[in-house]
């Protein structure tokens, strides 16, 4: 028998970092230094230890989403989630979003809600994204359009760092291997 250690599915992203351009300032290279600030961020992240939200440019928005049904109390709680897979051939599941980015409209039975009359947004952890409604009869579908982030950490403690090209002081470098490792709750 075997048994699943999480409820939904955890994700990794290979990056490779092909360029980046790291240049000792003055006034012929105004170009700020990509290396550096990709040793910086991964330096403040500890390596694998501290998350962060992350935009998948290919995976970050839904439309249309449906999150529930009114049930006609106020302060009626739907989980922000995401549906995946493909439908028609019962492949299709749901997961809570990591972190909002943008709910640019929530509708309530078709009609776009107002943020503040008709529904609130809460954050309780970095994992729960949740929508109240305020407002509304009972039986009507909710529905959003929303971008979101993925919660991420690095997933090794160590990045290789290649120079490539460029004199001493001024230089191309790469990462052949970052890879981003997804974060449940």
Known sequence: MRVGYWTYP???WDMPVSVMRDFKPCAAYLIPSELKRLQGFFLAAQGSLVPFPFEDP???TVVGQSIGTTDGSSSTEFTLIRTYGDISYGGAETEPIGLLNTLSTLYING???VLGTDYS????????QYVNILNGD???PITVDMTYYFWV???????????????PGAGYWAVKKLTLHSLKN
Do not use: W
């Open 111 to 113: 009609v776009p809600g």
């Open 153 to 167: 950490r690095f997933k090794d403690d160590s990045l290789d760092f290649e120079k490539f090209s460029g004199a």
């Open 121 to 128: 947004v809460t954050t309780t952890t970095p994992y729960g």
């Open 10 to 12: 955890m994700y990794e």
């Open 138 to 140: 009972s039986g009507h």
């Open 58 to 60: 290919d995976d970050n």
